[in-house]
């Protein structure tokens, strides 16, 4: 099924989509210049052979798709721990851990293994929670991103508010840009159902919080509340 799936994408390579792909990315990648939608649509067409194997033959065929490094096979990966996700348990985590550390390398793959597969299994699962929060001390800048935006849909539902703000505080003074743009993009999301908690976070925080963070934790705020917030007085 892997051979299938890597024939699909190498008779899709598209060499002017692969220019455009690249000019995302500050990190070198691989890719075969085919859009996201279309990678989507490919690994859909395996989504039930998928479901029927075992989770650790699943598991396998993932690791061999993330050890190709081109970003679609990388996502394609992502997307098929998604639909086994009722096979997914707890102690799992530490195996997705493991991923973030040995193959994520860009946001596209990050964005889309933690919103989703993660992301999941944090509704799932609370207690991994913790597994995230200390992700946030991790010298990976891939790792401390995760940690934020794994949690992206809980706070889009209003859950796990306290540790949303806790890995927010431990993220908050980071150097990395994708991180503050990670956690700044969590603080958007909690500020949906929390708006007043997350005004307040950015206010006591915002003489010391990069820029880049607050302007996306306040981006779906009212006029008034982001002016208060982007004054530096």
Not at 62 to 83: D, F, G, K, P, R
Not at 115 to 130: A, K, V
Request: proline share 3%.
């Amino acid at each position: 099924m892997i051979q299938s799936i890597i024939k699909e994408l190498e008779s899709n390579q598209n060499e002017e989509i692969q220019k455009q792909v690249l000019h995302f990315f500050k990190e070198e990648i691989k890719t075969y210049g085919i859009r996201n939608a279309q990678v989507e649509s490919i690994a859909k067409q395996y989504k039930t052979e998928f479901q029927k194997l075992p989770k650790n033959q699943v598991f396998a065929m993932c690791e061999t798709l993330w050890q190709s490094n081109y970003i679609e096979q990388c996502l394609i990966a992502c997307h098929v721990t998604q639909y086994i996700h009722k096979q997914i348990e707890e102690i799992d985590i530490h195996m997705f851990s493991q991923w973030i550390d040995t193959y994520i390398t860009n946001w596209a793959n990050c964005d889309t293994f933690c919103n989703h597969t993660i992301g999941d299994m944090l509704m799932q699962f609370p207690d991994i929670i913790q597994e995230l929060t200390q992700w946030t001390q991790s010298e990976n800048m891939w790792k401390r991103r995760a940690a934020a935006v794994s949690c992206i849909i809980p706070a889009r539902k209003g859950m796990y508010k306290e540790h949303m703000f806790t890995i927010a505080q431990l993220l908050l003074h980071d150097k990395e840009d994708l991180v503050q743009k990670g956690y700044g993009w969590l603080l958007k999301e909690t500020s949906k159902p929390y708006i007043n908690d997350v005004f307040n976070f950015v206010m006591q925080h915002k003489r010391t919080m990069p820029r880049t963070a607050l302007r996306y934790a306040i981006e779906k705020m009212p006029e008034d509340m982001r002016k208060q917030a982007m004054t530096k007085a």
